[in-house]
């Protein structure tokens, strides 16, 4: 069985942690598909601000997400430094460009704290949990919201 998160409910879970600026975020290990350098995107006319464009992965049109701008963070221009993690969202592939892949972290049930109240809808759309680790604070984001269902499907 898996939560909303894409996360089984098994105990122990792994995780892969990548940073947006100053922030950490993970994602379940298992969405993942592979992790790349950034290789220039092709733009797309009248697409959302958040899609940096798409690229050729192996012969198939990959769009490419910035996952700052979708979470609604300051974006940036991406550079040789940044990466795209190539995640399995249902039955399509996307990238999601982030400035780098920090670690691998296991965790279960139990460590993964809920997020406050407090946040907003767009947070509340994302953030799934909050993971203290080493006196940080990792969000745990659930991916099945980072394309809306109509554009995932025309992606």
Not at 8 to 27: H, K, M, P, V, Y
Not at 102 to 110: E, G, H, M, R, V
Request: glycine residues 10%.
């Amino acid at each position: 069985m898996t939560n909303s998160a894409g996360l089984s409910e098994l105990d122990n879970r792994e995780l892969i942690a990548f940073r947006i600026g100053r922030q950490e975020f993970c994602i379940n290990v298992m969405m993942v598909r592979e992790i790349r350098g950034w290789a220039g995107a092709t733009m797309l006319p009248r697409s959302p601000r958040y899609v940096k464009g798409v690229i050729n992965l192996r012969g198939a049109v990959l769009p490419i997400v910035d996952l700052a701008v979708r979470l609604g963070l300051p974006g940036n221009e991406p550079t040789a430094r940044n990466v795209i993690i190539v995640v399995q969202i249902g039955h399509q592939q996307i990238g999601l460009l982030v400035d780098a892949v920090s670690d691998i972290l296991t965790a279960n049930d139990a460590e993964i704290q809920t997020s406050p109240d407090l946040s907003s809808d767009l947070v509340k759309n994302f953030v799934k949990g909050l993971l203290p680790v080493e006196g940080r604070m990792i969000s745990l984001i659930g991916l099945d919201n980072v394309l809306p269902a109509g554009e995932l499907e025309a992606a």
